[in-house]
């Protein structure tokens, strides 16, 4: 079995007039990320994490944000396309551990729903799909509401 491990890391910017949606779940919010595409910034970084374990690059090099094929798309559609190029070299997800940096609001009461969500998008058992919520104890762009990041790391493996 071979087995590899991949980092991702996304950031948003934060802007009234927008949805925030984070792991494919919209959070009650005044305010949300901005982007071209939904700016989901937990899958963005997920995807970046399997493309590169996969050494596939990374999302901008499959969807830029310089296309309109991509302008306000459902992250969700760009991660199930994740999905199958990894799996088109024949790997599958051992597991998934992320962490969403957000000052405000609390997202830990949607957070088992975001595991679900991405663990159907992704095909894979909600048990392999670790999501955690931190703020910065407003410090930084984060602590004082500009931004929002997220960290992911997967492991891979293929028969």
Known sequence: MKIKIGFGYDVHQLVDGRELLIGGIKIPSDFGALGHSDADVLIHAIC????????????????????????????????????????????????????????????????????????????????????????????GFVGRGEGISAYAVVLINKA
């Open 48 to 139: 970046d994490a399997l493309l590169g374990a996969a050494n596939l690059g990374d999302i901008g090099k499959h969807f830029p944000d310089t296309s309109n094929e991509f302008k306000g798309i459902d992250s969700k559609i760009l991660l199930k396309k994740v999905m199958n190029l990894i799996r088109s070299k024949g790997y599958e997800l051992g597991n998934l551990d992320a962490t969403v940096c957000l000052q405000a609001p609390k997202i830990r009461p949607s957070i088992d729903k975001m595991k679900a969500c991405l663990a159907e998008v992704m095909d894979v058992d909600v048990d392999e799909v670790s999501v955690k919520a931190t703020t910065t104890e407003k410090m």
